[in-house]
């Protein structure tokens, strides 16, 4: 998880997300199983593209591509379905890999690290096992970030065996080539160059 710096939001939902999101609720007051969807693509692609650019197209979770391994989604840190005032709120939303996001469905603790958070900051939540591939809390941080780290890394799978031996590759690749590309060109930047 790197530290994701937070731009404007795109000017579609800046315009209409208060509508949208009086809209949502309505529909849920009148069918409690309505479903959510983007009211424009053209603005959901905005959204898209806005977020994805603050993370170089890398899932603002696990740090891997976004797109590469699965669809490109938008995940909604407050799932939609339990904070449904919150479903179209610029802050609540992070650019997100399928497989974090099929991993974390619609589940919330209030642990749970925000990537923009203004304090966030790798190390002091996380360290890396060059051995074993694996992301562990910080030892010597403090109790309540050992606690954070230890949720977000469940929450969203982020030692699963796959990503694990994935973290592993891509460190064998970054020393291999150097210097010659940069480090946005690999996933998961904060194992590599923390």
């Given at each position: 998880?790197?530290?994701?710096?937070?731009?404007?939001?795109?000017?579609?939902?800046?315009?209409?997300?208060?509508?949208?999101?009086?809209?949502?609720?309505?529909?849920?007051?009148?069918?409690?199983?309505?479903?959510?969807?983007?009211?424009?693509?053209?603005?959901?692609?905005?959204?898209?593209?806005?977020?994805?650019?603050?993370?170089?197209?890398?899932?603002?979770?696990?740090?891997?591509?976004?797109?590469?391994?699965?669809?490109?989604?938008?995940?909604?840190?407050?799932p939609k379905s339990r904070f449904p005032e919150q479903a179209f709120a610029w802050e609540n939303l992070f650019p997100c890999c399928d497989v974090c996001q099929?991993?974390?469905?619609?589940?919330?603790?209030?642990?749970?690290?925000?990537?923009?958070?203004?304090?966030?900051?790798?190390?002091?939540?996380?360290?890396?096992?060059?051995?074993?591939?694996?992301?562990?809390?910080?030892?010597?941080?403090?109790?309540?970030?050992?606690?954070?780290?230890?949720?977000?890394?469940?929450?969203?799978?982020?030692?699963?065996?796959?990503?694990?031996?994935?973290?592993?590759?891509?460190?064998?690749?970054?020393?291999?080539?150097?210097?010659?590309?940069?480090?946005?060109e690999f996933p998961y930047r904060y194992y590599l160059a923390p």
């Amino acid at each position: 998880m790197r530290k994701m710096i937070r731009v404007e939001q795109p000017r579609c939902l800046a315009l209409r997300g208060s509508e949208w999101t009086e809209r949502y609720n309505t529909a849920r007051r009148l069918n409690p199983a309505a479903t959510f969807r983007w009211y424009s693509r053209a603005c959901y692609a905005d959204i898209r593209t806005a977020l994805q650019a603050t993370t170089q197209h890398h899932c603002a979770f696990c740090d891997g591509f976004i797109g590469s391994e699965g669809r490109e989604t938008i995940e909604h840190f407050r799932p939609k379905s339990r904070f449904p005032e919150q479903a179209f709120a610029w802050e609540n939303l992070f650019p997100c890999c399928d497989v974090c996001q099929s991993k974390k469905l619609e589940t919330y603790h209030e642990l749970l690290i925000k990537p923009d958070e203004e304090d966030y900051q790798f190390e002091n939540y996380f360290i890396c096992n060059y051995g074993s591939g694996e992301l562990q809390p910080a030892p010597d941080a403090s109790e309540f970030h050992r606690l954070k780290a230890e949720k977000t890394i469940e929450v969203y799978g982020l030692n699963l065996p796959v990503r694990k031996k994935a973290r592993i590759r891509e460190l064998k690749k970054f020393r291999a080539v150097g210097e010659t590309m940069h480090i946005d060109e690999f996933p998961y930047r904060y194992y590599l160059a923390p």
